[in-house]
């Protein structure tokens, strides 16, 4: 096993990301190119500070994962989830079930934690879904850098964070709330019963086809009541063809 390889199952030990599901070659320059700006000169010896410097790790985390996302993702559609949205849904039913469809490195399922740990609710299971393993590993690492936190209110950040430098952790009272699995949209089986589905800024990358077909299958996958979530940039012209409604900007009852 030579230097790199050995390093690549290092790393899938400490984060659970494979870099073997990349270009060798091409990872590999990059790695190199990254550890030599920070001074090191081999895998090894980077890889024993990368253990114990989260900073660096992080580094590390958003070099290889290029997936972009952020905590509280246009502030006001989630004041608007938890100030109308969440008490008319408790209201019918005090323990939610809900799902992070497409949820990439875990900020928009965390986010829907700690909104509702904020409003004293712990009894809703959260089910993040995403395509990339690789993304999925990182969520359930909950680390990330301060461009991933600039949203989120003071308050929920010294609450819910463990903050190091220029890291923040999730603490593990956040993450216990939320179940990751790996799921395509497209042709994977959907679960039922959702009391809110939450699918932010991924459709606009889906053909209309494919799009319509998600918009029906989210439709039944929610119950009677329920409530989808979508991006600022996702607006649904014709809820009624999916047998919704629109409730507020962006978020679709189930009729």
Excluded at 127 to 139: C, G, K, S, Y
């Amino acid at each position: 096993m030579d230097e790199y390889q050995l390093f690549a199952k290092n790393i899938y030990d400490l984060t659970k990301i494979d870099l073997a599901s990349y270009k060798e070659a091409q990872m590999k320059r990059r790695l190199t190119s990254l550890y030599e700006k920070r001074g090191f000169h081999s895998f090894s010896s980077y890889f024993q500070e990368l253990k114990k410097n989260d900073s660096l790790l992080l580094e590390l985390l958003d070099r290889m994962t290029i997936n972009v996302s952020e905590f509280y993702r246009n502030r006001k559609r989630w004041e608007v989830l938890e100030q109308q949205i969440l008490p008319t849904l408790l209201l019918e039913k005090p323990a939610l079930k809900i799902w992070s469809a497409a949820c990439s490195t875990g900020e928009e399922p965390y986010t829907i934690a700690m909104i509702l740990k904020h409003a004293g609710i712990s009894s809703a299971g959260i089910l993040a879904t995403d395509l990339d393993e690789n993304v999925l590993a990182r969520a359930r690492l909950g680390l990330y850098g301060e461009r991933s936190v600039k949203e989120v209110p003071e308050g929920v950040k010294s609450r819910y964070f463990t903050i190091s430098n220029d890291s923040y952790e999730v603490k593990d009272e956040v993450k216990k709330m939320v179940q990751f699995r790996q799921q395509n949209l497209l042709s994977d089986r959907y679960d039922s019963g959702f009391d809110l589905i939450v699918c932010r800024n991924v459709l606009i990358y889906f053909t209309e086809e494919a799009k319509e077909g998600i918009y029906h299958k989210f439709s039944g996958a929610l119950r009677k009541g329920g409530i989808l979530f979508v991006g600022s940039t996702e607006q649904i012209f014709h809820p009624e063809r999916y047998g919704l409604q629109s409730e507020e900007p962006f978020f679709y009852r189930k009729m």
